[in-house]
T-cell receptor, first 114, second 110 residues
């Protein structure tokens, strides 16, 4: 099992460009998440999907959109990138909607917006 | 005030030392608590869940104090491989809102 995979690993964008970060999991998990991690701050939840077909905003959703394409895949889209979106983005998944479930993280995407 | 606070460190300790980290949380409705470990430039991985009665996993002991709203992690007999950042994570109301602390960095020195 690959667990949680993310592409790309690194990306440099210019302000105003758009891109989609891809995430897939092969653990048959119901819930998937997108976080961003900035220096000196904890991971912050951008969006999550409790189950296939549903998505909800997290703490910092502005400037992002998501798609739960199927049970395996959860993508994050930046429509018009801004320097403030320079960050490390982590995708995660968990078995179910219970908050007691362990989250499994992908290796991250390091995004720089110039 | 941040929802989950941790001493950022770094904690520099010699091999074999015992080190303790504390984490405080502001939401008294929080229900689930975890310690994750994150190596440099890697993804976080679950170290252990924290139960009300406290729990131990080998050299690691986690405690929860609901009255004072803090969680602790004790590492005994530190190994070089324990060097990492330790993230305190709190979940509210068994929902999807996982709140991460900023992490505490540990360096175990030979």
């Amino acid at each position: 099992n690959a667990g949680v995979t993310q592409t790309p690993k690194f990306q440099v964008l210019k302000t105003g460009q758009s891109m989609t970060l891809q995430c897939a999991q092969d653990m048959n998990h119901n819930s998937m998440y997108w976080y961003r991690q900035d220096p000196g701050m904890g991971l912050r939840l951008i969006y999550y999907s409790a189950s296939e077909g549903t998505t909800d905003k997290g703490e910092v959703p502005n400037g992002y959109n998501v798609s739960r394409l199927n049970k395996r895949e959860f993508s994050l889209r930046l429509e018009s990138a801004a320097p403030s979106q320079t960050s490390v983005y982590f995708c995660a998944s968990s078995v179910g909607t219970s908050g007691s479930n362990e989250q499994f993280f992908g290796p991250g995407t390091r995004l720089t917006v110039l | 005030r941040k929802e989950v606070e941790q001493d950022p460190g770094p904690f520099n300790v010699p091999e074999g030392a015992t080190v303790a980290f504390n984490c405080t949380y502001s939401n008294s409705a929080s229900q689930s608590f975890f310690w994750y470990r994150q190596d440099c430039r890697k993804e976080p991985k679950l170290l252990m869940s924290v139960y009300s009665s406290g729990n131990e996993d080998g050299r690691f002991t986690a405690q929860l104090n609901r009255a004072s709203q803090y969680i602790s992690l004790l590492i005994r007999d530190s190994k070089l491989s324990d060097s990492a950042t330790y993230l305190c994570v709190v979940n509210e109301n068994y929902g999807q809102n996982f709140v991460f602390g900023p992490g505490t960095r540990l360096s175990v020195l030979p």
